[in-house]
């Protein structure tokens, strides 16, 4: 059984400046919880009760955020709040989370790297902690399920229009069923001309710990980065790896874009907000048409 899983959340988070200045982008919050307490619950949801999380310089909130508040606990028992001091509780008591400063932006093969000795000679998860997975099924647990079925490595991956292949890791291999490939290449950001397909590496990871090895044998790559798709090529060589195209649909808070209209989705799922938020968004399109 897979128990351990692993968060980088290390990025400086820059193209969301000024927001950003003094406050990680994983604390951003979608309506009212932070992106990365999605990632969180998504691990735990999957049966993960091990988590690293990958943090670096101005991070602390992430820490503090997950600890226990003994003063706003006891603010909220006088004012006899119980769900919200219940929703404190369950928040802290999530799983077991530990911190790891990355001492250097290198890349997310660096991060991860950092892991090595927390995870020791065990599978793990590595879910990106600015990437929220809205399913059914948590994907995390559907790669897992792949994971124990194959006995590989599993990458999540999504189709993405063929014009956008150059932006992501892309992967090509044989069908193995409706769902599940086991690959023959990886390429991080190829021209449209030499992309293997249109499936994207979608930001969640089963992986043997053979890993750490290929990551330590990975040279700098693209934006002059230990990128983990380069180790992932040299895990290749080895062993077996299997993509998951996943059920589900991944919202990307990389961008201030897809963080609005992930706000805007998560906000009409929200029976409190639905219907009032709904008749809002159809006025303001009626008063712009």
Do not use: W
Not at 7 to 33: N, S, V
Not at 199 to 216: C, N, Q
């Amino acid at each position: 059984m897979i128990k351990k899983a692993v968060i980088p959340a290390a990025g400086l988070g820059t193209r969301f400046l000024p927001a950003t200045k003094a406050q990680p982008k994983e604390m951003l919050p979608i309506i009212d919880m932070p992106t990365i307490q999605y990632v969180v619950q998504e691990a735990v949801d999957s049966g993960i009760e091990d988590i690293l999380i990958i943090s670096g310089k101005g991070k602390r909130a992430i820490e503090d955020h997950f600890d226990r508040n003994h003063e706003l606990e006891a603010r909220l028992v006088e004012k006899e709040d119980r769900s919200l001091y219940d929703e404190m509780r369950r928040l802290s008591d999530l799983a077991n989370i530990h911190f790891v400063r990355q001492k250097e932006l290198n890349g997310l093969g660096d991060a991860i790297s950092y892991a090595r000795h927390h995870v020791g000679n065990e599978p793990f998860a590595v879910l990106l902690g600015d990437t929220i997975m809205d399913s059914v099924i948590p994907v995390t647990q559907q790669l897992i399920d792949t994971y124990e079925q194959y006995g590989g490595s599993v990458i999540a991956v999504e189709e993405v229009p063929a014009d956008k292949v150059n932006r992501y890791g892309i992967i090509g291999g044989k069908s193995l069923s409706d769902r599940i490939l086991e690959l023959d290449t990886l390429v991080e950001k190829p021209a449209i001309s030499e992309a293997p397909s249109n499936l994207a590496i979608a930001g969640r990871y089963v992986l043997s710990p053979e890993i750490f090895s290929a990551i330590e044998q990975t040279g700098m790559g693209k934006n002059n980065e230990i990128q983990l798709t380069d180790a992932l090529r040299l895990l290749l060589k080895r062993e077996c790896i299997y993509a998951h195209h996943i059920e589900g649909k991944r919202h990307d808070i990389g961008n201030k874009l897809d963080f609005l209209k992930t706000t805007v989705e998560f906000a009409l799922k929200r029976p409190e907000f639905a219907e009032p938020f709904r008749k809002f968004l159809k006025e303001i399109l009626q008063d712009k048409s």
